[in-house]
T-cell receptor
Framework: DAKTTQPTSMDCAEGRAANLPCNHS???????VYWYRQIHSQGPQYIIH???NNETNEMASLIITEDRKSSTLILPHATLRDTAVYYC????????????FGSGTRLLVRP | GAVVSQHPSWVICKSGTSVKIECRSL??????MFWYRQFPKQSLMLMAT?????????EQGVEKDKFLINHASLTLSTLTVTSAHPEDSSFYIC????????????FGNGTRLTVT
């Protein structure tokens, strides 16, 4: 599975959009981009995933560049409860299903 | 949505004793579950893949005789930390894949183990 690179930390103001980037320049055609987040002392929470089209759900939007070498997770109106570590993971949709977590981005939402 | 329940949420045990952690998929069947461990300020580390009705697959460096995994039903996997030592103190998290080819992994809320 392709390696990802994320900034170590970011911050944004409450109510503003939080844009979390992820580089995955070695991604292959059958690999999906997954985003999870982990709030302190809790298990990871699934946010969104996509292959090549942009995706949106009730939590966030996922924008994948046309060459698929990078993506951005957008939290449109960040709240204090969105403070968490956000993980971008690239993997094939195959039978193994296991996820390998990198270091992620620690997002701090400021009041 | 798919819910994964983990029990207990925290446990304190004495060195040398064994501790069992349960992971249940509440509203779906999970033929495969995964166990992770997380030390403070570190990322999640995959320990093993738990397969219903068969032996677990352990990641390199994880002692299978120390971390016993049983996946006896489609909704329950257990992790037993045998002869626990203080260095086993960690946050243990399980996950299960939802039903459907495109379903993501869903995670439990973790178990904080402290070995004294």
């Amino acid at each position: 599975d392709a390696k990802t690179t994320q900034p170590t930390s970011m911050d944004c103001a409450e109510g503003r959009a939080a844009n979390l980037p992820c580089n995955h320049s070695t991604i292959s055609g059958n690999e999906y981009v997954y985003w999870y987040r982990q709030i302190h002392s809790q298990g990871p929470q699934y946010i969104i995933h996509g292959l090549k089209n942009n995706e949106t759900n009730e939590m966030a939007s996922l924008i994948i560049t046309e060459d698929r070498k990078s993506s951005t997770l957008i939290l449109p109106h960040a709240t204090l409860r969105d403070t968490a570590v956000y993980y971008c993971i690239v993997k094939r949709m195959d039978s193994s299903y296991k996820l390998i977590f990198g270091s992620g981005t620690r997002l701090l939402v400021r009041p | 949505g798919a819910v994964v329940s983990q029990h207990p949420s925290w446990v304190i045990c004495k060195s040398g004793t064994s501790v069992k952690i349960e992971c249940r998929s509440l509203d779906f069947q999970a033929t495969t579950m995964f166990w992770y461990r997380q030390f403070p300020k570190q990322s999640l580390m995959l320990m093993a893949t738990s397969n219903e009705g068969s032996k677990a697959t352990y990641e390199q460096g994880v002692e299978k005789d120390k971390f016993l995994i049983n996946h006896a039903s489609l909704t329950l996997s257990t992790l037993t930390v045998t002869s626990a030592h203080p260095e086993d103190s960690s946050f243990y998290i399980c996950s299960a894949k939802g039903q459907g080819a495109n379903s993501p992994l869903h995670f439990g809320n973790g178990t904080r183990l402290t070995v004294t």
